[in-house]
């Protein structure tokens, strides 16, 4: 599945309504309730990541915790660690609301 993919159906899960912008790199935008249209970039930007976590934190923490393999004691977190840890992170996030849509297997 691409990241394109991927994006969208995550932010399927949470309701959040994105437009692409085809340019070099293809963005994900969105409008706020009180401001102009933001970037989304939950594959890339720890924030956007987070954010999805914790609006769909109850639907994703088991998925998440074993995809990058942290301790689990309910949803609370032991870090294991590694060099690509916040990329390895951010992704499972993703990929876990992508498949909470029910888009993806």
Known sequence: MSERE????AAQAIGLAIEWQDCE?????YQPTNGSLRE???LHDDGDAL???IALAE???????ISIGLGRSGCEFTFVGGPDQGV?????IVEAA???SGGAS
């Open 6 to 9: 991927l994006v969208s159906l």
């Open 88 to 92: 390895n992170t951010r992704r499972s």
């Open 98 to 100: 992508a498949k909470a």
């Open 59 to 65: 639907r994703i923490c088991n998925v998440v915790c």
């Open 51 to 53: 954010r999805l976590a």
């Open 40 to 42: 989304w970039r939950p």
């Open 25 to 29: 790199v293809p963005r994900a935008l």
